[in-house]
């Protein structure tokens, strides 16, 4: 086992990754920027170090900074956390050479899943239902027509690199086709570093589906079945929910297994998430493959009992899934998550600011809040305006989200805006109380609010 971990991240992910070291008497050593050197996990680590300016290109994307620290400090892993380098194949190859753990997949898996396209291609040669798509986009309009023609619209342009929601635009017709790629690739270029783009058919009314895996360096994988991430804004996650309803579950076991499966043949050897459309009529189609750790990762947790985090570090210490993992993981109820977000809950807009007032709801076996921040900390420009998640469970659907309701009823936050209210009057939303999700779903709640 690993003796001392860097965390390269900041929030309520290097909070929690903190903890799971804690919990497995493995040091860690946390990162801060000059934004965040008053966050309250630091204190909670075993030692912390400066690592830039605000910007997150000159502090946590550093590289350079990240692995002349880690060699300092004589770390044996580093763990990435979600977001910042945690999918960057780059950086994973760089800690392996320098003779230092990456806590995720190795490289050459990063990368197969990084491009889109690439990793579209890849799981359809093993057996994945993919949906409609295109390849990277060339410069010319007509060709780019084509494509969208033979897809059938709507389409949706969709950056190849990156994720988040970002630069992902609707197109109904060709004179918006061509303006959506325009954008698309200007947003992408300039989030990403790569301006390349792709044609996906955009599906009504889809439900998100994805299935969290886990695999170890002897060539073993395993679902930890699935999360309904389908209540989004602005393609972003807001609520995630774990079983999915109202699916038959003969359908979700076949397609975790046909997702398994691939994996194994890939030889896939940590934490992932594998990402699914599913449409009206049931049928499943392969959207992305995430290579880390998901911000919604405690809804599995709290629906099997298991510590994803600590489960994934053993993984990437060489122990095999058989000693890390129950022989036999079954649910346990229902569980459900949200995230709370300084925002705008009329626009989805940022709103950073002051934490005048933050006083999360009290945690209890069936309740959790995992959050980087704490009362008279700010909220700064610099980076994802998630103040915390908080996570229920409960003997069944209604029972969970009753138990969410509450607590976010309970969350005294003031001094900025928060998207309380709007994930308030989702969670009491008929449709939704019904299970009848989908990723169109919170703009109509918002239209009728």
Known sequence: MFRKVLVANRGAVAARVIRALDGLGIASVAVFSEADQDLPYLGRATEAHPIGPAPARESYLDQDKLLALAKSQSVDAIHPGYGFLSENAAFAGRVAEVGITFIGPSAAHIEAMGEKTQARALVQQHGMPVARGSGILGDDPAATARAAEAI?????????????????????????????????????????????????KLIEQPRHIEFQVLGDKHGD?????????????????????????????????????RAVAVLRELGYDNIGTVEMLRGADGSFGFLEMNTRLQVEHAVTEMLLGVDLVASQIRAAAGEHLRDILPANLAPRGHAIEARVYAEDPKNFYPSPGPLTRFRPPAETDTLRVETGYAEGCTVTPFYDPML????????????????????LAAFEISGLKTNLPFLLRALADERFRAGQVHTGLAAEILKTG
């Open 388 to 407: 915390a998640k908080v996570i229920a469970s409960g003997p069944d659907r209604a029972a969970a989200i009753a138990r969410l309701s509450d607590a």
């Open 152 to 200: 059938g619209y709507p389409v949706l342009v969709k950056p190849a690199g990156g994720g988040g929601g970002i630069g992902m635009i609707a197109a109904t017709d060709e004179a918006a086709l061509h303006k959506a790629v325009d954008r698309a690739r200007s947003l992408a270029g300039r989030s990403f570093g790569s301006a390349d783009v792709y044609l996906e």
């Open 221 to 257: 994988v395993r679902h930890l079945f699935e999360r309904d991430c389908s209540l989004q804004r602005r393609h972003q996650k807001i609520i995630e929910e774990a079983t999915a309803p109202l699916i038959p579950r003969a359908e979700i076991e076949a397609i975790a297994e």
